[in-house]
């Protein structure tokens, strides 16, 4: 049932509304900028929605939001629809730059994202949290959020790119998809790599169990 809620919250307020919005604005002659600035008016509504249904507002709604109000009130100074949409690449800048400084710390944000996304409480949330005892598991969440953080350092700058050199409906539209393109891609790699790593860290663990039980005989 969340699961869902939270499709229905991104299909509505995150890509088909924007853009149904955007269009019929546009079509009754509101300037680009206008119909963008209103247009991300439901972006915000989708965060808000989240926020008081699940009674918190996570990290990553704080950035897009940020990247929002920062996005509008360049437009607005400046009245360019491409310096607004530029504002998209903000947060996903922020994000890979976030993943690559957490690896300094001692869990790195993509182990903490899965945590929370899957629920501490739940079995494979406790599966993962079990999972960090061993050097291998850690050494691959490591790598999946280098992955992780070079990947949007790569979705932003094709976003910039496609916002420097087509029309303002098309870079609308590919600044709604390329996003979830790529978060779609990287969550199910890191799905079945972190599966199969933590797999083999407990096959490890279970056959230097075995190897010290036999020397201990």
């Not at 299909?11 to 300037?31: E, H, I, N």
Request: net charge positive; with cysteine.
């Amino acid at each position: 049932m969340l699961r869902l809620r939270q499709i229905a919250i991104i299909l509505v307020f995150d890509l088909g509304g924007p853009l149904l919005v955007y269009s019929l604005l546009r079509s009754a002659g509101t300037s680009p900028i206008t119909a963008l600035v209103i247009s991300g008016v439901l972006p915000a509504m989708g965060i808000a929605i989240g926020v008081l249904v699940d009674r918190r507002l996570d990290v990553i709604g704080v950035i897009v939001l940020a990247g929002l109000l920062v996005g509008t009130v360049l437009g607005l100074i400046s009245h360019s629809a491409r310096l607004y949409l530029l504002e998209g690449s903000v947060p996903s800048v922020v994000f890979a730059l976030g993943c690559l400084a957490s690896l300094r710390l001692g869990r790195p944000l993509i182990y903490r994202l899965a945590l929370e996304i899957l629920g501490p409480d739940t079995r494979k949330g406790r599966g993962i949290a079990a999972a960090w005892r061993y050097p291998g598991f850690r050494r691959a969440f490591q790598a999946i959020t280098v992955a992780w953080g070079i990947g949007y350092l790569a979705e932003a700058a094709i976003r910039i790119a496609i916002v420097a050199t087509t029309s303002t409906g098309i870079a609308l539209i590919c600044s709604k998809l390329v996003p979830y393109t790529f978060a779609t891609v990287l969550s199910a790699w890191t799905l079945v790599y972190s599966e199969h790593e933590k797999k083999k860290a407990e096959r490890l663990a279970s056959a230097a169990t075995g190897t010290g039980t036999a020397a201990g005989t």
